[in-house]
């Protein structure tokens, strides 16, 4: 009786796993194919134009795209700092110092500034806003698979499969 519990706590575990390994996969492409992979090339762009493009484009996917992502990259604990209405007003902000740099002159130390200022933003700075729209995204659209649920749902699986090992080991 107890080995046939083990197999069947095995079995489900094993199966929800997978589930939750290819809706993770899933999840993931959806997100860089349709929001993240324009921000990805803005970065990789070494032009101001090619930069100010993409963000533009990265933008206005997010900005279509409202209702597909949490207000927040928390479900309480909300501070500002995770809120995506607040990190995509930086993010238009970001676009809109690209746009108004585009029309200084390149030789010009201004925009020479200018132009360390954006990468730095993007090198570093910006990391922590892309995570808070990835998290919102997640939240909204794969709960499970969301930050400490999905590590919960993880534990869980975990347990109950080691649960089903003992159980088939010691019958």
Not at 149 to 166: D, K, N, P, Q, Y
Request: with cysteine; proline share 1%.
């Amino acid at each position: 009786m107890a080995k046939g519990l083990g197999w069947t706590l095995i079995i489900l575990s094993v199966i929800a796993g997978i589930i939750m390994i290819i809706s993770g996969v899933f999840a993931q492409y959806n997100y860089n194919k349709y929001f993240f992979s324009y921000w990805s090339l803005s970065d990789k762009s070494s032009s101001l134009d090619a930069k100010s493009l993409y963000i533009s484009e990265f933008v206005d996917k997010i900005n279509a795209s409202r209702q597909g992502f949490a207000d927040y990259d928390a479900i309480f604990l909300k501070t500002p700092d995770n809120s995506f209405d607040k990190n995509f007003g930086a993010l238009v902000s970001l676009r809109d110092r690209l746009h108004s740099i585009s029309q200084m002159n390149e030789s010009d130390f201004a925009y020479q500034t200018a132009i360390q200022q954006i990468t730095a933003q993007e090198q570093g700075e910006a990391d922590a806003m892309l995570q808070v729209f990835s998290g919102c995204y997640y939240l909204q659209n794969y709960p499970l698979l969301w930050d400490w649920i999905g590590m919960s749902v993880g534990i869980i699986l975990t347990l109950i499969f080691m649960v089903g090992c003992f159980l088939v080991k010691n019958d």
